[in-house]
């Protein structure tokens, strides 16, 4: 082996090195129901924001704005729950299913709650319109999966969620899903079917909804936006990995060093 070449190798395994993936994983878990997203830079672990800003690494930030956090909420009572007995029917939702299981006779649920986040209060107030996730520090370039649910909107429109990730101000949309109809057979864009079970006043639901399961890739994303037309929609288990390579200082750093190297060598040699 040259000497150039150990001086070299160690260099490229850094810059190999230097590449690497981390996952974000939020569950919201630790959150209680009514937590609110503060948004202005309030880093306390009360809020949405701090629970998420405590899972990141050092010089990176989030700005969350527009959520609640809640376990119970059933869109007032619209939304379908497994069986079909008028005295056993428990509305499947983000709070009682870990995966978003879609809802059918084998569903089940499960007898705790577990916290999700939403844009309308378990009052039925709603908070905002979309929920947004903006960072700082942090450019997702990788998978990133997330449970939503679309909750029934009882005005009798179709409500769905558009979900869209971009640089900051210039988000551009990766989906827009709508509620199905109970009952109403398949949903293309997700594979999902909600079957027509017995919930409002024990009587078949008839209301557009959805709960599901969504992973993708995202690149040079530094905002996520979850957006809202009309009703409520939940998100739940957010998993975020994303690659991180060296600045393209690093780069020119180590060519500049290496071409310095090479021509020292060569001069060497020559004069000998």
């Not at 700005?63 to 005295?87: C, F, H, I, L, M």
Request: aromatic share 8%; hydrophobic share 35%; with cysteine.
């Amino acid at each position: 082996m040259t000497k150039v070449q150990r001086f070299l190798l160690p260099g490229l395994g850094f810059l190999a090195a230097s590449a690497y993936a981390d996952t974000f994983t939020f569950t919201f878990d630790p959150l209680a129901s009514g937590t609110l997203s503060t948004g202005g830079g309030n880093t306390a672990t009360s809020s949405i924001q701090g629970y998420m800003q405590s899972l990141l690494k050092t010089g990176e930030t989030v700005t969350v704005t527009g959520a609640v956090a809640d376990k119970t909420y059933n869109g007032e009572g619209y939304v379908v729950g497994p069986g079909s007995n008028k005295g056993n029917v428990t509305p499947l939702t983000l709070g009682n299913t870990n995966g978003a299981t879609s809802v059918s006779s084998n569903s089940a649920v499960n007898r705790t709650y577990d916290t999700f986040i939403a844009n309308t209060n378990d009052g039925g107030t709603q908070i905002s319109s979309q929920i947004v996730m903006q960072f700082t520090g942090l450019t997702i370039n990788g998978t990133v999966s997330f449970d939503y649910e679309i909750f029934p909107d009882v005005t009798g429109q179709t409500p769905d969620l558009t979900f869209a990730a971009g640089p900051t101000g210039h988000t551009s949309n990766i989906f827009t899903y709508l509620g199905v109809k109970p009952g109403s057979g398949y949903d293309q864009s997700t594979g999902s079917t909600m079957d027509a079970k017995i919930s409002k006043n024990n009587n078949p639901e008839t209301n557009a909804q959805l709960i599901g399961h969504w992973s993708g890739t995202i690149n040079n994303a530094t905002e996520l936006d979850f957006i809202d037309c009309p009703a409520t929609i939940g998100i739940d288990n957010l998993v975020i990995t994303t690659s991180t390579v060296p600045e393209p200082a690093s780069f020119l750093l180590f060519g500049t060093l290496a071409a310095g190297t090479l021509l020292l060598v060569r001069r060497r040699r020559a004069v000998r």
